[in-house]
């Protein structure tokens, strides 16, 4: 089984910092495209930054030069630091395979994001 597990998710205040790390068993993440989402009391899951098997990283427009998605495949591990955090980016963090977010599949548990005023 494909097992997914974030971490590093916690309260800061607006404008700090937080480092969000994903581990996965049953899968080696250097194969695959991965994806940080996330998903905020009454709204859809969203994709917020994604690393494609050759490094090329997308953002969505909100989080754009404060996000940034990282990987490292001996590790099997895929991060996201986020800097300059705002209110708007309280949610639960999920990492997935980019081809299971699309369909909705193997989500973990994912990691709370809680940014004051």
């Known amino acids: 089984q494909v097992r997914l597990v974030e971490s590093g998710g916690g309260l800061v205040q607006a404008g700090g910092s937080l480092r969000l790390s994903c581990t996965g068993s049953?899968?080696?993440?250097?194969?695959?495209?991965m994806g940080w989402y996330r998903q905020a009391p009454g709204k859809q899951r969203e994709l917020v930054a994604s690393?494609?098997?050759?490094?090329?990283?997308n953002y969505t427009d909100s989080v754009k030069g404060r996000f940034t998605i990282s990987r490292d495949n001996t590790k099997n591990m895929v991060y996201l630091q986020m800097d300059s955090l705002k209110p708007e980016d309280t949610a639960v963090y999920y990492c997935?395979?980019?081809?299971?977010?699309?369909?909705?599949?193997?989500w973990g548990q994912g990691t709370q994001v809680t940014v004051s005023s």
């Open positions: 690393i494609s098997l050759g490094g090329r990283t």
């Open positions: 049953g899968i080696r993440f250097s194969l695959n495209t």
């Open positions: 997935n395979l980019k081809v299971f977010g699309g369909i909705g599949y193997n």
